[in-house]
């Protein structure tokens, strides 16, 4: 269980889960559906890429949409933006925002004059520096969403007032207690994935085969910025059985052994392996997540906890999310990275947390935005609302997979899609009142 724990921190392969199937999900209700597992574009999901270049190196940036408040995404260790890919489309597609997706050094098309410094403050000096060179005006509205290492490195920003005009902050499946717990389990983990891949199509094969992305489109176009070419004088990937269909009714058991590697017969042949070494980042790992629930609950603006598992939660977020300091949601069947497996249901949930706070509105059958402008004072802490809509109540998932009632779930009911409503508590909580109010601060 704690071995398990481990390999979800680092948004590295884990657990082989349900998920969603991106914006495709309508069009493919089939049992089985073929797997192309060729790399997708960058191109097809965002509006441009830039490469913004300050003090500690240059860092790739990936753009879309041409108004609203400002949406900065970070991934996690290991990972690039691109896997903000299908997320980002989603979230277009409901409401006006601008994302901004940044890599993080030493990550994706990022470099910098010092890759193997990922200590927290540098991670964060880096970030606040990218978003003070693209930002055309101090003004601009912000909004910080962040997954596991990016998620603990979001909750470090905000605390320290590093983001201009905050506006809400939401993070993606990490938790202090689960995180530090699972460090100890870490180094097993990492050394059993494979070391490098016959071709990028053998790895994005390999990423589905073992359940680190339940979601194929998703992985198509993240895998290939996880990897970086080399020569294989060494070792070589023993080719694995083709992956032909995926049984989108496949249970949850574990996922077959990854191929040994076996010396290349050609010692100028080449392969593929990862582009970050999460190994050699050990020094780091303790200061990511020390701290970050008690500073999460304290950034007085809008907060939203994406989780895959209510037990994933530790001693100060279950306290804090019963005092409704901030708006918890969980989502059944994916696994820790809830914004590849599930992109339609994660942008939902961020859509209705974003509109319910009025900080976005919605689009009009035309595209136009409607509805509130971002407001300029944070709302006040919330609870779930009395009358949330629940289509798909949720039972907890534990870090193995199985399912189990939540221990919250007499108190709260949480649901996938769409958002639940929310009320924000003032100083007399009015838990009978379905419309959103806004108190000054």
């Known amino acids: 269980h704690q071995s398990t724990m481990a390999f979800h921190q680092f948004a590295v392969p884990g657990l082989p889960v349900r998920g969603g199937s991106g914006k495709k999900d309508a069009e493919k209700k089939r049992k089985t559906r073929a797997v192309d597992p060729s790399p997708g574009k960058w191109h097809e999901y965002f509006d441009r890429m830039e490469d913004v270049t300050v003090e500690a190196g240059t860092f790739r940036v990936y753009h879309k949409g041409k108004e609203g408040p400002y949406a900065i995404l970070l991934h996690g260790g290991g990972h690039s933006s691109l896997v903000w890919s299908l997320f980002s489309e989603e979230l277009l597609h409901r409401c006006a925002v601008r994302v901004l997706a940044i890599d993080f050094r030493a990550h994706g098309g990022s470099q910098t004059n010092n890759d193997a410094d990922l200590s927290r403050d540098t991670l964060c000096r880096d970030i606040a520096a990218v978003i003070r060179a693209v930002l055309p005006a101090p003004d601009a509205h912000t909004i910080l969403i962040g997954h596991s290492l990016g998620g603990a490195v979001a909750i470090h920003l905000a605390a320290q ?8 902050l939401a993070v993606i499946d990490v938790v202090e207690g689960s995180a530090m717990e699972a460090l100890a389990y870490m180094r097993r983990f990492l050394a ?20 680190q992305i339940r979601n194929i489109e998703s992985a198509r176009i993240s895998l290939p910025d ?35 590697l076996a010396p290349a017969a050609d010692p100028e042949s080449t392969a593929y392996t990862w582009r970050v070494d999460l190994e050699s980042s050990e020094p780091y790992w303790h200061g990511w997540f020390e701290g970050i629930s008690n500073k999460f609950l304290a950034v007085p603006v809008a907060k939203l906890l994406m989780l895959a598992g209510i037990d994933r939660l530790d001693k100060e977020l279950t306290i804090g999310q019963m005092q409704g300091k901030f708006q918890l949601q969980v989502f059944s069947g994916a696994g820790h990275s809830i914004h590849e497996d599930a992109p339609e249901r994660a942008a939902d949930a961020v859509f209705a947390f974003l509109q319910r706070m009025r900080i976005v509105g919605t689009h009009s059958a035309h595209g136009t935005p409607t ?3 971002a ?26 997979g199985a399912a189990r009632p939540s221990p919250l779930a007499a108190a709260h009911v949480f649901a996938a899609a769409p958002g639940p409503a929310i009320t924000p508590v003032t100083e007399e909580p009015h838990t009978e009142t379905e419309t959103a109010t806004h108190p000054s601060q």
């Open 192 to 211: 059993s994935r494979p070391q490098a891949f016959e071709s990028v199509e053998g790895a994005i094969e390999w990423s589905v085969r073992s359940g």
């Open 371 to 373: 509805g509130s402008p």
């Open 161 to 168: 007032g590093m983001v201009p005009r905050l506006q809400a």
């Open 375 to 400: 407001i300029k004072t944070p709302p006040g802490p919330y609870v779930m609302g009395p009358h949330s809509p629940s289509p798909a109540p949720l039972g907890a998932r534990s870090a193995l």
């Open 226 to 260: 996880q990897l970086t070419h080399i020569a294989a004088s060494n070792t070589r990937p023993r080719r694995a059985p083709a992956l032909t269909e995926v049984d989108e009714e496949a249970d949850d058991s574990p996922a077959p052994a990854t191929p040994a």
